[in-house]
């Protein structure tokens, strides 16, 4: 076997792929790419609910949830060959899901039959973010735990079967929560249940190429999980997947960050029109940019602020889906690199929705520039002509120069990184499981 990283201190490799990666290494970048979702909540709907209001964030996310959750739950099973419909494939995806990110929560599990099962919490850092910002004001805690779960994980059960339903058997708001943790739920297939509508937004992103997006073929390896058709595992991690199916479904979870992104700047569109995409996705960008480098300096050990930190930062940036976005870079020199998309599934995109759309609808502010300068602030990224850089499609240039004057950062930044998310530990899976 090839010698694996077991971080990126060392040269920048314009080549490199997540398999180059050491198994414990890529894990932990699994377990960076599920919470980059919750840090895309954080960073776009906090800006809603300041513009529009309560009820409109509300709206958003659960149009986020419902116009995706759908998409990447078929595209898991399908991956994992979870082929059933039952409690338990709903169960296995769920420890699969980018919405519940390892160690930022805490899920547990238990299967009564095919058609029943539980899953708890005993931790909820996106629970624990809201109590800690609303001085535990019980409407707040309804908002995220009774209006926004309830129809968001009808969604996601019912993607595996029609007939399947979430409920509650105990939940916030509380003013102590409860040793066990601050919710339990309940799954299980009603046979006399009626048939729910899809979302709206589910329409729209099935359309985008992202949602029919195929990878490359898995390099088959015998090291770990090729797939979930065995039973449950209730304290299953990202360290049992095979490397490659590992490496697949780190690209998968990225995939799915941009099928929520997307569906979030769809509802944000159908709302209130899509010329204010381009402002809120260029405000977002600078807004989850410093927390995303942080992030990624600790796991990878990257400390320089070299053009060679910069590249590799973009190279495993988590909102930028690899293969469904052909991004390639070039080390010029300690102050000066090249970054080009080749022709790819994300440029043909027949709607400009979200983060990824700045690049390839608004190339002059492709909005990684605020990842940029987040490495350094005195480094500027311009488009440049593609007729020198063929096979590009688009391409920009990377400066360092020292009499720029510093970039400055969103007034968001601090409340999307909070200590909650500038602290947490990913190099291991810390939560097992846990009987009530």
């Known amino acids: 076997m090839a010698h694996k990283l077991k971080n990126y201190s060392g040269a920048f490799n314009a080549t490199l792929e997540l398999e180059d990666l050491e198994h414990s290494l890529l894990a932990c970048y699994g377990r960076e790419v ?37 998409i990447y739950n078929y595209r898991n099973r399908q991956l994992m060959k979870m082929e059933n419909n039952d409690v338990e494939t709903v169960l296995k995806c769920l420890q699969l899901d980018i919405g519940a990110p390892h160690n930022f929560l805490a899920f547990h599990y238990e299967l009564r039959s095919p058609e029943e099962g539980f899953f708890w919490t005993t931790t909820c850092g996106p629970y624990n973010h809201v109590r800690r910002m609303t001085n535990n004001d019980p409407d707040m805690e309804k908002q995220i735990c009774h209006h926004m779960e309830d129809p968001t994980f009808d969604a996601t059960v019912m993607a595996v079967n029609p007939r399947m339903r979430c409920r509650p058997v105990y939940r916030p708001p509380y003013g102590q929560i409860p040793k066990s943790g601050p919710c339990r739920w309940r799954v299980a297939i009603e046979k006399d249940v009626g048939l729910v509508e899809d979302n709206p937004t589910l329409a729209i992103v099935q359309q985008s190429k992202a949602a029919e997006f195929q990878f490359a ?3 088959f390896d015998a090291d770990g999980m090729t797939n979930y058709q065995g039973p449950l595992k209730r304290d299953l991690t990202l360290e049992d997947l095979s490397h490659n199916t590992l490496a697949r479904q780190c690209k998968e979870f990225a995939l799915d960050v941009h099928l929520l992104n997307r569906a979030c700047y769809s509802s944000i569109a159908e709302r209130w029109g899509a010329s204010v995409i381009a ?9 989850i940019a410093p927390l995303t480098v942080h992030r990624l300096r600790k796991t990878f050990n990257i400390t320089d602020d070299d ?37 790819c599934a994300a440029l043909h995109e027949p709607l400009e929705r979200g983060l990824v759309s700045l690049l390839t609808h608004q190339p002059a502010t492709p909005g990684f520039d605020a990842m940029v300068t987040a490495v350094n602030p005195l480094a500027r990224v311009s488009q440049i002509d593609t007729n020198t850089t063929t096979p590009s499609i688009v391409a920009w240039d990377i400066h360092i120069d020292s009499a720029n004057t510093p970039a400055t950062g969103s007034e968001l930044a601090g409340l999307v990184a909070g200590s909650d998310l500038m ?12 009987a009530e």
């Open 34 to 70: 599920m919470l980059a979702n919750h840090i895309h909540d954080r960073s776009a709907l906090l800006p809603i609910a300041l513009q529009y209001g309560m009820k409109a964030q509300t709206q958003v996310a659960c149009d986020e949830w419902m116009g995706a959750s759908p």
């Open 217 to 219: 073929p898995i390099r």
């Open 279 to 287: 402002p809120m996705a260029i405000e977002q960008w600078r807004s």
């Open 307 to 343: 053009m060679s930190a910069i590249l590799k930062i973009l190279q495993l940036n988590p909102f930028l889906p690899k293969e469904y976005l052909a991004m390639r870079f070039e080390l010029i020199s300690a102050s000066q690199g090249r970054v080009w998309l080749e022709d």
């Open 423 to 434: 602290h947490l530990d990913n190099r291991e899976h810390h939560y097992h499981y846990t």
